[in-house]
């Protein structure tokens, strides 16, 4: 498994409906992802609105990202939540992710 880590910014007005909003991810949306590969995927936010995002895959970060992108319901997930991140207009969050580099891991 090769372990992701990305950066994203919700806007500061917006952080308490995200959180609402992701307490009940839609249901295909959680098998989309667990259909393309993506384990053990975990949000973390800080206060200021920074996103980190970990998920586990077999694949590769381009593979799983692709993977998502094959899917309808991604689609509309990411047109539903787009307005939640500081992001060009319309500009979904998926498609701004980069990962970072692992420097250190302890299992």
Do not use: C
């Not at 910014?9 to 259909?35: C, G, S, T």
């Not at 590969?37 to 970990?54: A, E, K, P, Q, V």
């Amino acid at each position: 498994m090769k372990r992701i880590g990305f950066l994203l910014k919700v806007k500061q007005d917006k952080i308490e409906a995200y959180k609402k909003h992701h307490k009940a991810v839609w249901p295909e949306m959680l098998e989309a992802l667990r259909r393309t590969g993506w384990h053990n995927y975990s949000l973390f936010l800080r206060d200021d609105g920074t996103l980190f995002g970990y998920f586990e895959t077999p694949h590769s970060f381009e593979a799983a990202l692709e993977g998502m992108a094959g899917e309808e319901i991604n689609a509309k997930w990411q047109d539903f939540m787009a307005p939640y991140f500081e992001s060009p207009a319309g500009t979904h969050a998926d498609t701004m992710m980069v990962a970072l580099e692992e420097v250190f891991h302890l299992d």
